[in-house]
């Protein structure tokens, strides 16, 4: 089944403590990224990647890092997480050009306390 | 100014009615649009491509207005089913951007 897998579904933890969130999808999609939706902003996007070792800032970078070591899996990694960073997280991938559904995970609540 | 405006609602409608949401974006989110649908705390899914002539897919018809920097999503014969977020979204670039989302509730 077709399908952008991330872990975990919810994390509770406290500030400082580097996490990561993984991503991974099995269509050979070129195109990934993430967002984080907040009430009343919306899904913003924290970074994306075109594909392997290429990757890029999208609107709200700040406090995350990125990686893109292979084409299938695009871990989003909080180095040192504040509570400013609690919310809902989506990944996504397509193929390109950008203007192709997107497909997304099924989300990844995390709280900072 | 947001680049992708939209009123977040919400509108609650019975069945049966016919309801229109609209979205403005600025110059720099105009390459393409789209509509998504988001339920309650899952992920968001593509509705619908926005063409210029405007385009429909059974219930549902999008248009784009580029004079006036708008797209519009009509749903005909509401449904129960259609209860959810209709996100709107323009492609700048290599980005997508997401409107906030407009929540609709159709009622019995």
């Known amino acids: 089944e077709a399908q952008v897998t991330q872990n975990p579904r919810y994390l509770i933890t406290v500030t400082g403590k580097k996490l990561t969130v993984t991503c991974s999808q099995n269509?050979?999609?070129?195109?990934m990224s993430w967002y984080r939706q907040d009430p009343g902003l919306g899904l913003r996007q924290i970074y994306y990647?075109?594909?392997?070792?290429?990757?890029d800032k999208g609107d709200v970078p700040e406090g995350y890092k990125v990686s893109r070591k292979e084409k299938r899996n695009f871990p989003l990694i909080l180095e040192s997480p504040s509570p400013n960073q609690t919310s809902l997280y989506f990944c996504a991938s397509s193929p390109l050009p950008v203007d192709q559904p997107q497909h997304f995970g099924d989300g990844t609540r995390l709280s900072i306390l | 100014r947001k680049e992708v405006e939209q009123d977040p609602g919400p509108f609650n409608v019975p069945e049966g009615a016919t309801v229109a949401f609209n979205c403005t974006y600025s110059?720099?989110?105009?390459?393409?649009f789209f509509w998504y649908r988001q339920d309650c705390r899952k992920e968001p899914k593509l509705l619908m491509s926005v063409y210029s002539s405007g385009n429909e897919d059974g219930r549902f018809t999008a248009q784009l207005n580029r004079a006036s920097q708008y797209i519009s999503l009509l749903i005909r014969d509401s449904k129960l089913s259609d209860s959810a977020t209709y996100l709107c979204?323009?492609?700048?670039?290599?980005?997508?951007?997401f409107g906030t989302g407009t929540r609709l509730q159709v009622f019995p």
């Open positions: 979204v323009g492609l700048r670039t290599d980005k997508l951007i």
């Open positions: 269509m050979n999609h070129e195109y």
């Open positions: 990647s075109m594909n392997v070792e290429v990757t």
């Open positions: 110059n720099s989110a105009s390459q393409s």
